[in-house]
């Protein structure tokens, strides 16, 4: 792979960066519609969290690993092609649902064609980018990605207040950038291994084969993706569902609540880079995941426990960089694996992400539906229940600790080549 930054380069992984955003967004923006789609649906907490998360992420997470045979198969345009227009395709059919399992049919839809977002965006850059920068690219897609959830949060809320935009509306709108992406994609994206005219090597079936039992026999692959999965659960569940109404019981305005789950984010968008480049120069992995993981245990607590806004403000910051170490475990997976494995270990790292996410979320729906029935859920209530939140992360913590290797940013499974002095 070619060291230079190339200009065609930056366009690709430009359009891919956007799409990535498009498809954030699409993900979180019904959090910021909670009450409204709960209304207009007549359903309830626990059914909302698997519309949101759940049928999400599940559909996100299985068809990951599928995915990367996918693109792997046909490249890289028509990979974001195809999403792009699943995704517009989509977000039409969810502005005209009616009815839940219309609903939740269509946020299967919009989760299969974002899927492709990430993966797609993680390619671009092991196919297009200086391999040394690999970690700081991830980091600065990430931070561009996070404009999606930042915008969803409070500048959408304060939006929604002040000039009546409705759910509907939202995702009509969303539609058309979904097709404005698929012509951008279609005129400028091009894949790097067909214009290289470099020799194409065919792999035999059987390595393919044998690759993929490593992948799933591979114990580092198995803790990066549990790492990742812990950092990233409490922002992700905070922000598409009862963060709002945790903080409301706080005695925070919905408006600065909703805003507490922007600056989270903007935690998140800043951390992405700044870890990355960190781990590049000083060629630390695991140093770098695990201290995420302690910043993160500190900050759920002081979210669930501490009672000063301005605490607050800090610890949901704090989670945001906290939880910008899963892109550090994204580097880390693929220094795990052969070059042309990258996307099907990508895959099953956000496999996990998102199921492990479609698992949690459901399960502090139905403790909060419970709670409901008893009567008024207190803020002891959402504490305890939230403990899951802890949990998650300190299991996080402690794998990064005691079981995750350190790579020293060198390929685990290909010979590191030497510059002679």
């Not at 000039?163 to 939202?170: A, C, E, G, L, Y």
Request: glycine letters at 8%.
């Amino acid at each position: 792979m070619d060291n230079k930054l190339q200009s065609k380069g930056f366009l690709v992984w430009g359009i891919c960066v956007l799409f990535f955003l498009y498809a954030f967004f699409l993900r979180t923006v019904i959090g910021t519609y909670q009450h409204p789609v709960m209304q207009d649906l007549d359903i309830t907490s626990f059914q909302f969290s698997l519309l949101s998360t759940t049928t999400f992420g599940l559909i996100y997470g299985f068809i990951l690993i599928p995915i990367g045979f996918f693109i792997d198969y046909i490249g890289l345009k028509k990979s974001l092609i195809v999403g792009a227009l699943v995704c517009a395709i989509a977000s039409i059919g969810f502005a005209y649902s009616y009815n839940y399992p219309t609903a939740v049919f269509y946020r299967m839809l919009m989760a299969f064609g974002a899927s492709f977002a990430f993966l797609c965006l993680l390619v671009s850059i092991y196919d297009w980018m200086p391999r040394r920068y690999s970690a700081l690219f991830i980091g600065l897609s990430q931070l561009i990605g996070t404009l999606g959830p930042m915008i969803a949060a409070g500048p959408l809320e304060s939006m929604s207040e002040s000039q009546s935009i409705n759910w509907r509306f939202v995702f009509l709108s969303l539609s058309s950038i979904g097709f404005a992406l698929f012509f951008l994609i279609f005129l400028f994206v091009d894949n790097n291994q067909e214009k290289s005219g470099k020799n194409i090597i065919l792999r035999k079936p059987g390595k393919l084969i044998s690759s993929l039992k490593r992948l799933f026999t591979n114990t580092q692959a198995i803790y990066i993706t549990l790492i990742s999965a812990g950092l990233y659960f409490s922002i992700e569940y905070l922000s598409e569902n009862e963060g709002r109404d945790f903080l409301l019981l706080r005695g925070i305005s919905l408006n600065s609540a909703s805003y507490m789950i922007t600056i989270s984010w903007i935690g998140y968008a800043i951390g992405c880079p700044l870890l990355g480049f960190l781990s590049d120069i000083f060629e630390r992995r695991k140093t770098i995941i695990s201290l995420s993981a302690a910043l993160g245990l500190a900050s759920i607590i002081a979210i669930l426990y501490l009672p000063e806004e301005l605490t607050l403000q800090v610890a949901f910051f704090a989670l945001g960089i906290s939880a910008a170490g899963q892109s550090i475990c994204f580097a880390t997976m693929a220094e795990q694996f052969k070059t042309q494995f990258t996307a099907i270990a990508f895959g099953f790292n956000n496999a996990v992400i998102a199921i492990i996410a479609a698992i949690n979320a459901p399960a502090i729906g139905l403790l909060l539906d419970r709670s409901k029935q008893a009567g008024a859920v207190s803020l002891g209530d959402y504490q305890l229940i939230f403990s899951i939140l802890i949990i998650t992360i300190l299991a996080a913590l402690l794998i990064s600790v005691f079981l995750l290797k350190e790579t020293y940013c060198k390929s685990a499974a290909e010979f590191t080549v030497l510059k002679p002095k």
